[in-house]
Nanobody, 122 residues
Framework: QVQLVESGGGLVQAGGSLRLSCVAS????????VAWFRQAPGKEREFVAA????????IYADSVKGRFTISRDNAKITVYLQMNSLKPEDTAIYSC???????????????WGQGTQVTVSS
């Protein structure tokens, strides 16, 4: 099993920034791809960004390209999501995910964290 714990969410004004963190534990050696997803009230969960512990080029949803940056620290087994130029439509619960699959790009994940709330006020 793999455990994922997110942190860093909060309330921010439009145009502001936040950095989310996701710490992985357990059988992390079995995973490669790690990703961020988000779910806004009344909407389906959507992919935000992904990277791999092995260093593949990250991928992003069109809606966040140029504003969000995903990165990882293999020594700390932590994945980050730096979010800049935030918009009210970025308001959602952001969840970290991991997968044992070795295909890339990857949009389906088996392990999930509980999520952290991000609220962007106008």
């Amino acid at each position: 099993q793999v455990q994922l714990v997110e942190s860093g969410g909060g309330l921010v004004q439009a145009g502001g920034s936040l950095r989310l963190s996701c710490v992985a534990s357990g059988r992390t050696f079995s995973t490669d791809a790690v990703a961020w997803f988000r779910q806004a009230p009344g909407k389906e969960r959507e992919f935000v960004a992904a990277t791999t512990w092995s260093g593949r080029t990250p991928i992003y949803a069109d809606s966040v390209k140029g504003r969000f940056t995903i990165s990882r620290d293999n020594a700390k087994i932590t994945v980050y999501l730096q979010m800049n130029s935030l918009k009210p439509e970025d308001t959602a619960i952001y969840s970290c995910a991991a997968s044992v699959r070795r295909q890339w790009p990857l949009y389906e994940y088996e392990y999930w964290g509980q999520g952290t709330q991000v609220t962007v006020s106008s």
